[in-house]
């Protein structure tokens, strides 16, 4: 596992990246997603029929939900999986054999400072500060639970608090000039 997350690191060093939250929010407007050196994306924000939106590739594919590795790899054919989260028992062997944990030091930092279930966009924000050393870092499509997700409807889940994670994400951008929260309304 940990000469996996070297590999990471040394494939994002010096790159602009994007990563791609899935909010309903991210589909309103076009975007040149696909200039970015990494495209990185959260569980099941697919882009096929979304390109103009949100791009055609994807570089990481960062999960916490069981997919079916078909799936996966029709819709994302990404060159790495991250597992973001400590629940290990939601992969399946394939997922097992082919996914990057993420330390779980990190859900369980994050899970400190809110007091609640960090969402796997809090997680995987946290990651690229935390671990990787990138020129740029773009993020789209967080709004923090307001518009919900556009595969899902998340407005009124409970296990996340938007509010509590806009704070902690804010907090920790806020004074790192190479990050920017791109917020369409």
């Known amino acids: 596992m940990i000469n996996n997350i070297i590999e990471v690191q040394e494939f994002l060093k010096n790159k602009n990246i994007c990563l791609l939250g899935n909010s309903n929010n991210i589909l309103k407007n076009p975007k040149n997603i696909d200039s970015y050196d ?37 819709n994302f054919n990404s060159k790495y999986l991250m597992w973001i989260t400590k629940d290990i028992e939601k992969q399946n062997n394939w997922l097992e054999q082919n996914v990057i944990k993420v330390p779980s ?17 809090c997680i995987s924000i946290y990651f690229l500060i935390k671990h990787i050393e990138f020129n740029k870092l773009d993020i789209y499509g967080f709004d923090f639970f307001r518009s919900g997700t556009w595969y899902h409807n998340l407005k009124k889940q409970t296990w996340h608090n938007g509010n509590l994670e806009e704070q902690f994400i804010t907090n920790l951008i806020k004074d790192n000039p190479k990050i920017q929260l791109i917020n369409e309304q």
């Not at 990185?40 to 103009?52: A, L, M």
Request: aromatic share 8%; proline share 4%; charged share 30%.
């Open 105 to 121: 030091e990190d859900w369980y930092e994050v899970k400190s400072i809110l007091k609640t279930l960090p969402s796997s966009g």
């Open 38 to 74: 990494i495209i990185c994306r959260i569980n099941r924000g697919s882009p096929i029929g979304k390109e103009k939106f949100i791009g055609s590739r994807t570089d990481i594919l960062f999960l916490s939900t069981k997919m079916k590795d078909a799936d996966i790899t029709k």
